[in-house]
């Protein structure tokens, strides 16, 4: 079992930065790829990043590309997501989560979920 919390979500105005952190306890050998989803109101869940068990890929939506950048520090079992440049349409829940496939972005085939931290930006 993994267990995730997320933070570090907040509001902020467009154009701002948010850091987001999950912290992973129980079963965190770093073998699970890491990713972040998020999910507003009346949309479907859609992957946002991930990243690999060792770091060495990651994946963006195009919607993010060139303005987040998710990382991993496996010694402190932590996954970041730096979101610059926000805009009011990152407005959502992010979530993270773990999957034991090496590179999924299929929600679907993530084991583990947190309970999601909320992310809202101002125009």
């Known amino acids: 079992q993994v267990q995730l919390v997320e933070s570090g979500g907040g509001l902020v105005q467009a154009g701002g930065s948010l850091r987001l952190s999950c912290a992973a306890s129980?079963?965190?050998?770093?073998?699970?790829?890491m990713g972040w989803f998020r999910q507003a109101p009346g949309k479907e869940r859609e992957v946002v990043a991930r990243?690999?068990?060792?770091?060495?890929?990651?994946y963006y939506a195009d919607s993010v590309k060139g303005r987040f950048t998710i990382s991993r520090d496996n010694a402190k079992n932590t996954v970041y997501l730096q979101m610059n440049s926000l805009k009011p349409e990152d407005t959502a829940v992010y979530y993270c989560?773990?999957?034991?496939?090496?590179?999924?972005?299929?929600?679907?085939?993530?084991?583990?979920w947190g309970q999601g931290t909320q992310v809202t930006v101002s125009s």
């Open positions: 990243i690999s068990a060792s770091g060495g890929t990651t």
């Open positions: 129980g079963r965190t050998d770093s073998t699970y790829a």
């Open positions: 989560a773990a999957s034991s496939r090496v590179r999924t972005v299929i929600k679907t085939e993530y084991d583990y």
